[in-house]
């Protein structure tokens, strides 16, 4: 029901615009160093252990390019990004909406006749939309280049090694995947931490407790959609 | 003016309003007074429509706002200001767009009128080049007088301030007091303050209502407040010795 008042026209466009562009700065430009740096571990890591796992089998080494590459598009960047995203946006999603309910903010605005769920919640869920998918993009670029550094840099194969592995195989579905993936998991994390910090009531404990929520809840369905995602596209 | 017609509220088990029918005059401030406890803040929400009634009728004018889609009553509220206990200031932004919110979000008007619009309403609240400022950088007269000005932003017909006197200093307090006052007449507004200040209600009280225990124990005006025989309206009001004292001198005064 929220979600469907959130979902009305606004009362004044340029107002939700900039709004959309201060939440598009908040969640996009102020995530790009963390999602950087969990992204070039996860592919320098999963590099390393693939490359312990092919010691002394049969499987040919520039295959850790290729397991780098699809791991991260398929899975980690995405899975990984969103999970980290819903910590750090989502709590923070939920801690201004919840914030601004106790300060009486959001009742001011009813009484000057603004629609709050839309005004408060649409924008951020726009913002998400648009944002996190570029950030995933990015993490699985990255998390490619840790790979390369890892690997190569370590010394664990050779340059062309790696970018013959990250030329095999190569399936345009993966990316869909990964973009279908990271549109869900944006729309799932901030809508729950926007429901979350909405209905908050009480005082800092409560405020406390809906931002853990938001973090929490917003993990599962990433996960549980995460699978069923999984499910329905590798049919 | 507004009318509150046999207002109920329940939460659970509990009757906070017990059967509320009382007239908020246009042009006059309208105290609701009464004990922590009382259900003042709870009438407050009913009549701004941020609770819904258990039983009975809110009355704007000759409209009925109990029976109002939620399309209506926005077009209602934009003719509504309200100014809250804690101010309610939106922390990222500065004096000068707090007033001007409203006026951006519901109003076609150029950048210039705008700031025209809002220099006017702090000049009124006496706030003149505090523009830039952000509220934590304001103290809590000054938060209040910038509430007042945000809700007088889009001339509104009704005033609702849920104690503007909390958390002040008795001079401050007459200022914010003399404020509401003068714009409700200037505007010819109906006011509704709810408030446990002593010093309101005798200073700009035009008509009074007190609530006990969700009950309407008493209505009047500040010049018959001294003269009546209520108890509870005498023990609420001249609670503390010393404002016993005061009030059997000026009875003898004016004997």
Known sequence: MLLRTAISRPEKFSMYWKETMRQMDDIGVGSIIIVSIIAIFIGAVTAVQFAYQLDGTLVPRWYIGYIVRDSTIIELAPTISCLVLAGKVGSNIAAEIGGMRQKEHIDAME?????????????KVIAGLVMIPILVCMAAFISILGGYLSSVVGGLITHEEY???????????????????????????????????????????????????????????????????????TQ | MIRAVDIRKSFGETEVLKGISMTFEKGKTNLIIGRSGAGKTVLLKLLVGLMEPTQGEIWYGNDNFSEMEKK?????????????????????????????????????????????????CLERVELVGANKKFPSETSGGMQ???????????????????????????????LIDELIKRITYE?????????????????????????????LAWQGNKSEVLDSDNELLQDFIFASPFLQRLRDAALQNTK
């Open chain 2, 187 to 215: 505007n010819e507004m109906t006011t509704i303050i709810n408030t446990h200040d002593m010093n309101s209600v005798m200073e700009i009280g035009d008509n009074i209502a007190l609530l006990y225990l969700g009950e």
């Open chain 2, 144 to 174: 209040k007088r910038v509430g007042i000005a945000r809700s007088i932003v889009l001339n509104p017909k009704y005033l609702f301030c849920d104690e503007p006197n909390s958390g002040l200093d008795p001079k401050t307090a007459l």
């Open chain 1, 163 to 233: 970018l013959r592995g990250l030329r095999s195989f190569f399936s345009d579905h993966n990316v869909v995947m990964m973009v279908i993936k990271s549109l869900v998991f944006a729309f799932i994390l901030t809508t729950v931490s926007a429901y979350q910090g909405y209905y908050v009531k009480g005082g800092s404990i409560e405020l406390g407790q809906a931002s853990t929520q938001a973090v929490v809840y917003s993990d599962i369905l990433i996960l549980l959609a995460d699978y069923v995602i999984a499910l329905l596209l």
């Open chain 2, 72 to 120: 209506q009553r926005r077009a209602i509220r934009m003719e509504v200001g309200m100014l809250f206990q804690g101010s309610a200031l939106f922390d990222s932004m500065t004096v000068e767009e707090n007033v001007r919110f409203p006026l951006d979000m519901f109003t076609n008007m150029t950048r210039k009128e705008k700031q025209k619009q809002v220099d006017y």
């Open chain 1, 111 to 123: 009484i000057m006749g603004v629609n709050t769920a839309s005004y408060l919640i649409l924008p």
